[in-house]
């Protein structure tokens, strides 16, 4: 059974960082692409990040980019999401979620997810 366990989560004023941690266990994790995604209040999960396999291509939606990075260990079987310059609309759960089909932008191809962390950036 696949298991993904986010941390890292909390609470920062506006421009401050935050890195997220996504620890995996279940199958063999260098084989999996990984993701990143958040859901605020009242609207839909939306994609953040994606990280291939080795960890050679990552892909961000256009709000986070040069300022989130994606990236893995696979030896410690975690991904991470490091988070500079937040901004009070990056306050939202963030989920870590693994792929079967490869790197995928957008949330098709997932197969399974995290509980969740919350991320909450007060100006």
């Known amino acids: 059974q696949v298991q993904l366990v986010e941390s890292g989560g909390g609470s920062v004023q506006a421009g401050g960082s935050l890195r997220l941690s996504c620890a995996a266990s279940?199958?063999?994790?260098?084989?999996?692409?990984m993701g990143w995604f958040r859901q605020a209040p009242g609207k839909e999960r939306e994609f953040v990040a994606a990280i291939s396999a080795g960890g050679s291509v990552r892909r961000y939606t256009d709000s986070v980019k040069g300022r989130f990075t994606i990236s893995r260990d696979n030896a410690k079987n975690t991904v991470y999401l490091e988070m500079n310059s937040l901004k009070p609309e990056d306050t939202a759960v963030y989920y870590c979620a693994q792929s079967s089909l490869g790197l995928r932008v957008g949330n098709v191809g997932y197969d399974y997810w995290g509980q969740g962390t919350q991320v909450t950036v007060s100006s």
């Open positions: 279940g199958r063999t994790f260098s084989t999996y692409a």
